[in-house]
């Protein structure tokens, strides 16, 4: 399994990096997390535009989210055939539908097949025979709501491990807190993939000090922050043990 980080950068606009995505390769499998505005150059520069078969949406803030109607219509304009699959969280795939009809994005009228795909807390989700991923609620955007034509929504945030059939890693994604890193058992995993912008670094610390078989890769930063990081100490040992590595643009991973 093959990990690429196509974007690194937090919320926050940067003039050389990209909004936070993931691409994952597994044999002839692609899988796409995320889908931040940008994401259509980004596959463009990787030649990527055809060959992805699935996108798992961790949650709908902009930075995660925007990029998505773009990416559809480089789709429809370059008459894609290949099928591509949706993933969502069940509670929002009406949520998305309403957005794709609001981009005048109508799946039925695509040159390729197109379903969007509930997911379950806790489900486990077979992707390909060599590669499945498992989904949990954090709390990124807890306590929050809004209305659709009335009906009330609770957006949801999810933090993902995937597994192929030597390894797995976890992504975070964004997180509410220092709880959310331990959404899952960390040992089992050879990487762990955390933003940072929500965390503070003595979250990390301890987390790699409770879980000495793991490597920390750290994403989704404001490059601000990043300079206060590379300030301590600590986290500079981690680094030159390579047990802590902070993701640039383009940094790829296998496993």
């Known amino acids: 399994m093959e990990i690429t980080f196509l ?8 003039t050389n990096r990209f909004y936070t995505n993931l691409f994952i390769k597994e044999s002839d499998y692609e899988l796409l997390i995320d889908c931040g505005d940008g994401i259509s150059k980004q596959l463009v520069n990787y030649n990527l535009k055809e060959s992805i078969n699935s996108i798992i949406i961790t949650h709908f803030h902009a930075d995660h ?35 794709l009809n609001t981009f005048l994005l109508f799946p039925n009228k695509f040159s390729f097949p197109f379903t969007v795909i509930p997911i379950k807390q806790n489900k486990k989700v077979t992707l390909d025979c060599d590669i499945s991923f498992i989904a949990k609620r954090n709390t990124h955007v807890k306590d929050k709501e809004y209305y659709i034509f009335n009906k009330k ?28 890193l331990y959404l899952y058992n960390i040992k089992k995993n050879k990487y762990f993939i955390s933003e940072i912008s929500h965390v503070e670094i003595f979250d990390i610390l301890q987390l790699l000090k409770t ?45």
Request: glycine share 4%.
């Open 65 to 99: 989210l925007a990029g998505l109607p773009s990416l559809l219509t480089q789709m429809k304009l370059l008459k894609r055939t290949k099928p591509l699959c949706l993933y969502v969280y069940y509670s929002l795939t009406k949520v998305m539908e309403y957005m």
């Open 7 to 14: 974007g690194t950068s937090s919320g926050l606009t940067e």
């Open 153 to 180: 929504i609770n957006p949801v945030s999810t933090s993902l491990q995937i597994t192929n059939n030597k390894s797995s890693l976890i992504y975070t994604s964004d997180i509410g807190n220092s709880e959310d």
């Open 211 to 255: 879980n000495l078989t793991i490597t920390v890769i750290l994403t989704h930063y404001d490059i601000n922050k990043l300079h206060k990081l590379l300030d301590n100490n600590e986290i500079n040992s981690f680094i030159n043990s390579k047990r802590l590595i902070i993701a640039e643009d383009n940094y790829n991973i296998s496993i």
